[in-house]
């Protein structure tokens, strides 16, 4: 098993910047996969970013070129860079991680991109 928690979150002015963080404990080095996904008010949770442990990462569209997905070493945590920030940004952002044919997730944190 793997336990996350994810930080970070918060209230940032459009064109600002936001660092997500989703710390992991537990059974870390079977981890094989890890992305971040967000869910707005009345919308479905979709996909924002991915990376394998082999260092692929892939974006979503609305996201490319302003957010990057990273991890510095094989038990830190998974980070969530976010630049150039959009109303529409404003999320809950979930880390999810898979492992052993299982995927978990975090709880969560909010961001709200206002003026």
């Known amino acids: 098993q793997v336990q996350l928690v994810e930080s970070g979150g918060g209230l940032v002015q459009p064109g600002g910047s936001l660092r997500l963080s989703c710390a992991l404990s537990g059974d870390i080095y079977s981890i094989e996969a890890m992305a971040w996904y967000r869910q707005a008010p009345g919308k479905q949770r979709e996909l924002v970013a991915t990376?394998?442990?082999?260092?692929?990462?892939n974006y979503a569209d609305s996201v490319k070129g302003r957010f990057t997905i990273s991890r510095d070493s094989a038990k830190g945590p998974v980070y969530l860079q976010m630049n150039s920030l959009k109303p529409d940004d404003t999320a809950v952002y979930y880390c999810r991680v898979y492992l052993r044919n299982k995927y978990y997730w975090g709880q969560g944190t909010r961001v709200t991109v206002s003026s």
């Open positions: 990376l394998t442990t082999g260092g692929s990462t």
